[in-house]
Each structure stands twice: as structure tokens, then as C-alpha cells.
């Protein structure tokens, strides 16, 4: 089994650093160059299904994609990013320590979901979709996603989550060896840029 995971391309709320969580930002101009530039890069991968959030700005990146593939296509609400509830739409830098207190103490956001309800909705995805039949799937998210499959494929503890960075369209790989574990192929691989 070999698993593709992809964040979005740009949106205009990434480049002011707004939080974007649940709102449904579509990408700019800038994401859906970056869109056609990795659905060409992932042109010649074998690909049996493409699964996205149903947000704009990875639906739209997942929608590019297959374009080269006409694969099977599934938006799936528990792909999206963290509700961040009360803090969406606000500048990041700005609260910053307010999410983070939240976090270490595994509180809900005022409005949203806690990191461990969160990485709960990606893992029990995963959990399905890694136990169907099919072995070349893509799955196009956000930041979080991406970075919840980091941490599930290779069985990462999710207090370790934030040493990973995902830019916009980066891409991993993770492939099932004949042991049954995950071993990663590729890291936030933006070479298409």
C-alpha cells in the first residue's frame, strides 16, 4: 500500500497568516498554480482513489489532481482541519499562546475541538481507509491532516506532532512494508514548486 498525503495549495488567508480551520477559503491565485504544478508532478504515480476535505482549498487541490488520473473521488468532512472555533479568521501570531494553553492542557478551543479530538477524527479515518482494498491512495488536506498522518503512519506520540512542517502542497509518501508498518518515502516534498 502506498499512501500519498497532500496539503492544499495557497489561500489569501495563509499569506496573512489567518487561522482558517472549518471556514471554506478557496484557493488563490497562487494555490492553483501550485495545484497544477503538483497534479503534473503526481501525473505518473498509480493512483486508485483520491480522498479530500470537502473544504474549498483542498477539494479544489484534490480536484486538479485527478485531473491526471480520473480516479475515483471522495470529499470526506473528517479530512478537515482543526476546528479552531472562536479563533478562526483571527491572525495566528495574535493567539498564538491562547490555542497553545488550550492544547497542553487538552482543552477544547472555545467553539472548537481539542488536538486529541481532532488527531481522534483523522486516526479513525485512517483506520478505515487503510483497512479497504485499495493500495495507491491520495488523500489532500491541511496542515493538521497532513501532519495527523505523520503521526499515525509511523505511531509518533501526538505531544511530538510539531516538529513537522507542512508547506502548501507538500507531499509525503508512506508505503506498507510486508511487515505492516508505515515507512516514510518522501517529506514535505515541494520540489514541484
Same mark, same amino acid.
Given at each position: 500500500?502506498?499512501?500519498?498525503?497532500?496539503?492544499?495549495?495557497?489561500?489569501?488567508?495563509?499569506?496573512?497568516?489567518?487561522?482558517?480551520?472549518?471556514?471554506?477559503?478557496?484557493?488563490?491565485?497562487?494555490?492553483?498554480?501550485?495545484?497544477?504544478?503538483?497534479?503534473?508532478?503526481?501525473?505518473?504515480?498509480?493512483?486508485?482513489? @483520491? /480522498?479530500?476535505?470537502?473544504?474549498?482549498? #483542498?477539494?479544489?487541490?484534490?480536484?486538479?489532481?485527478?485531473?491526471?488520473? &480520473?480516479?475515483?473521488?471522495?470529499?470526506?468532512?473528517?479530512?478537515?482541519?482543526?476546528?479552531?472555533?472562536?479563533?478562526?479568521?483571527?491572525?495566528?501570531?495574535?493567539?498564538? /499562546?491562547?490555542?497553545?494553553?488550550?492544547?497542553?492542557?487538552?482543552?477544547?478551543?472555545?467553539?472548537?475541538?481539542?488536538?486529541?479530538?481532532? *488527531?481522534?477524527?483523522?486516526?479513525?479515518?485512517?483506520?478505515?481507509?487503510? #483497512?479497504?482494498?485499495?493500495? &495507491?491512495?491520495?488523500?489532500?488536506?491541511?496542515?493538521?491532516?497532513?501532519?495527523?498522518?505523520?503521526?499515525? *503512519?509511523?505511531?509518533?506520540? @501526538?505531544?511530538?506532532?510539531?516538529?513537522?512542517? @507542512?508547506? &502548501?502542497?507538500?507531499?509525503?509518501? *508512506?508505503?506498507?512494508?510486508?511487515?505492516?508498518? *508505515?515507512?516514510?518515502?518522501?517529506? &514535505?516534498?515541494?520540489?514541484?514548486?
Amino acid at each position: 500500500m502506498k499512501i500519498f498525503t497532500v496539503r492544499h495549495g495557497q489561500t489569501h488567508w495563509n499569506t496573512e497568516g489567518r487561522i482558517q480551520g472549518h471556514m471554506d477559503i478557496p484557493l488563490d491565485e497562487t494555490g492553483l498554480a501550485q495545484a497544477e504544478r503538483l497534479g503534473a508532478r503526481l501525473a505518473n504515480e498509480k493512483v486508485d482513489i @483520491i /480522498y479530500a476535505s470537502d473544504l474549498l482549498r #483542498a477539494a479544489k487541490t484534490a480536484e486538479i489532481i485527478n485531473r491526471h488520473h &480520473n480516479a475515483e473521488f471522495v470529499t470526506a468532512p473528517a479530512l478537515r482541519e482543526t476546528s479552531f472555533g472562536i479563533y478562526e479568521g483571527q491572525i495566528y501570531h495574535d493567539v498564538h /499562546y491562547d490555542i497553545q494553553h488550550h492544547h497542553a492542557l487538552n482543552q477544547p478551543l472555545p467553539g472548537g475541538e481539542s488536538v486529541f479530538d481532532y *488527531f481522534a477524527r483523522i486516526y479513525a479515518f485512517l483506520d478505515e481507509i487503510t #483497512a479497504k482494498r485499495h493500495q &495507491n491512495i491520495i488523500i489532500v488536506g491541511h496542515f493538521g491532516t497532513v501532519r495527523a498522518a505523520i503521526c499515525y *503512519f509511523l505511531q509518533i506520540p @501526538i505531544e511530538n506532532r510539531e516538529r513537522f512542517h @507542512i508547506g &502548501n502542497t507538500a507531499v509525503h509518501c *508512506f508505503e506498507r512494508g510486508d511487515d505492516g508498518r *508505515f515507512r516514510m518515502t518522501l517529506e &514535505n516534498d515541494i520540489s514541484h514548486l
